[in-house]
């Protein structure tokens, strides 16, 4: 029941931006936090961004300045502003939220950004 739908990714040139959308639905009440991670070609999934409740936000070392996660709170969305893209931004991006309860961990499809001019 409960799923997470990314859709926003695609190919950006070197230095422009993209903004990705997540949404989560199903028989929720409460979230605990939701966020971005990234695959990219021969390396593990990492972290990107993820925002609690109380809106705290931590950022993966390799976006922190150019990239802005956000959500909309009615509409269980999330965001994420990618400005200032470079070509070690191309992965998959996954949507991530974590609820109460089993399993507690969900998870997207991917949606892939490629960064290429």
């Known amino acids: 029941q409960v799923q997470l739908v990314e859709s926003g990714g695609g190919l950006v040139q070197p230095g422009g931006s993209l903004t990705l959308s997540c949404v989560l639905s199903?028989?929720?009440?409460?979230?605990?936090?939701m966020g971005w991670q990234r695959q990219a070609p021969g390396k593990r999934r990492e972290l990107v961004a993820q925002?609690?409740?109380?809106?705290?936000?931590v950022y993966g070392d390799s976006v922190k300045g150019r990239f802005t996660i956000s959500r909309n709170n009615a509409k269980n969305t999330i965001y994420l502003q990618m400005n200032s893209l470079k070509f070690e931004d191309t992965a998959v991006y996954y949507c991530?939220?974590?609820?109460?309860?089993?399993?507690?961990?969900?998870w997207g499809q991917g949606t892939q950004v490629t960064v290429d001019s």
């Open positions: 991530n939220a974590r609820l109460p309860g089993p399993p507690g961990n969900y």
């Open positions: 199903g028989n929720i009440d409460s979230i605990y936090i």
């Open positions: 925002i609690n409740r109380g809106d705290i936000t």
